[in-house]
């Protein structure tokens, strides 16, 4: 599912050289999967906690594998647009679920599963570019998404046969059968939401303007898709690690850190003159990013009712597509505005606002640390902040 969006993020520029849409539309090409993912995530994801984890899963892959498939007979605004958007509902109905499978199925060591989850994300995003370079210069634009559409359809029998654990639903209950914002009157659950718009106005504004702004350069596609590379390889090899880090230490506490270091790096690619340079920077964020970036899941992995995973990764997801979202867009404006300096420089001020934010929501979890083995899932003290 990942790998869709790793083509489409590498291709932006094409789309700009080969079918004439200008810089800003690129942004809103990005941002309405975003969007799109973030009303799939809010309405659709709690369905997993009410014993249709499988279903979600299954109907996401078909739907992004149709989204994909848009996008690749697409030569124009609209059926990109069109494209995109039935892809961000299925990765936003999948998603959530699928992390619901991982935390609830071996919670104590949550925070290792959730940092492989993260490693086999980025690594799938990682491949989207490497079949860019191969496929789009003698295929064409169509070549790459057509391809992991048919891999995700290859990929459906382990989707039908791996165990899952569905929740059982009571009858009466309450449990997973309503949307997940009465969760939010958790402190530390709202100090993760802002931790993931801060990761996400990163992301945003990294996917929106990577490509263009070494076009631009003169950078060439082959450094482009080649510094994609270079971000992927540490998150994938270190996810695991972070993930297991921050249970250990904190996820408040090595989030909101692993923003702030995130917002500098983001001021440094507007200011480095060659696209070179840009790579060089990508290389120590990537492997900054791949030792804190599973601290949001993690948070909320934590925090949460274990009977109410879902619809808590999905407030979360949802807080991430709808501020990556907007970022897409709005770091297309500012680009066409005043330049990249511009862009990352307002991306970074807005980061490091929004890490302070969570550190100070975060209250006592900021000093919590909890081994495998003190991890306890309540769900009577997650909801009040005091899991």
């Not at 964020?285 to 925090?303: E, K, N, R």
């Amino acid at each position: 599912m990942s790998s869709g969006y790793g083509v489409m993020f590498t291709v932006l520029d094409d789309f700009r050289d080969q079918y004439g849409i200008q810089a800003q539309w690129l942004g809103l090409i990005v941002g309405v999967g975003f969007f799109s993912s973030f009303v799939a995530q809010i309405f659709l994801a709690p369905l997993a906690d009410r014993g249709h984890a499988r279903r979600l899963v299954i109907a996401g892959v078909l739907l992004n594998v149709a989204g994909l498939v848009v996008m690749a007979f697409g030569t124009s605004l609209t059926p990109l647009l069109l494209g995109r958007f039935v892809s961000g509902i299925g990765v936003g109905m999948a998603f959530p679920a699928i992390r619901r499978i991982v935390v609830n199925a071996d919670p104590d060591h949550l925070g290792n599963n959730l940092g492989l989850l993260l490693s086999a994300d980025v690594a799938g995003f990682a491949a989207g570019p490497a079949l860019s370079a191969i496929m789009v210069p003698t295929l064409g634009l169509a070549a790459p998404f057509l391809t992991i559409a048919a891999l995700s359809l290859v990929c459906m029998p382990v989707v039908f046969r791996v165990p899952i654990v569905e929740a059982e639903v009571v009858p009466g209950a309450t449990q997973g059968s309503r949307l997940a914002f009465d969760l939010l009157r958790s402190r530390p659950m709202m100090s993760a939401m802002l931790m993931a718009a801060c990761l996400f106005l990163m992301i945003g504004t990294f996917d929106a303007m990577w490509a263009v702004v070494l076009d631009d350069l003169d950078a060439g596609e082959f450094v482009a898709n080649l510094g994609i590379t270079i971000f992927a390889l540490p998150l994938v090899f270190l996810g695991a690690y972070g993930g297991r880090l921050a249970q250990r230490v904190g996820p408040f506490r090595l989030g909101p850190l692993g923003l702030v270091a995130g917002a500098c790096f983001m001021f440094l690619y507007g200011m480095m003159p060659t696209g070179l340079a840009m790579l060089a920077v990508g290389a120590v964020h990537a492997v900054c990013d791949g030792l804190t970036v599973s601290s949001t899941a993690v948070a909320v992995g934590i925090v949460a009712p274990a009977e109410r995973q879902a619809g808590a990764q999905g407030i979360l997801g949802a807080s991430e597509t709808l501020t990556g979202g907007v970022t897409a867009v709005m770091a297309g404006v500012l680009y066409s505005w005043g330049g990249r300096v511009l862009a990352y420089s307002t991306c970074s001020a807005i980061m490091i606002a929004l890490a302070l934010g969570a550190y100070a929501l975060a209250g006592p979890e900021y000093r919590a640390r909890r081994a495998p083995d003190e991890l306890v899932l309540d769900p009577a003290s997650a909801v009040t902040g005091h899991a």
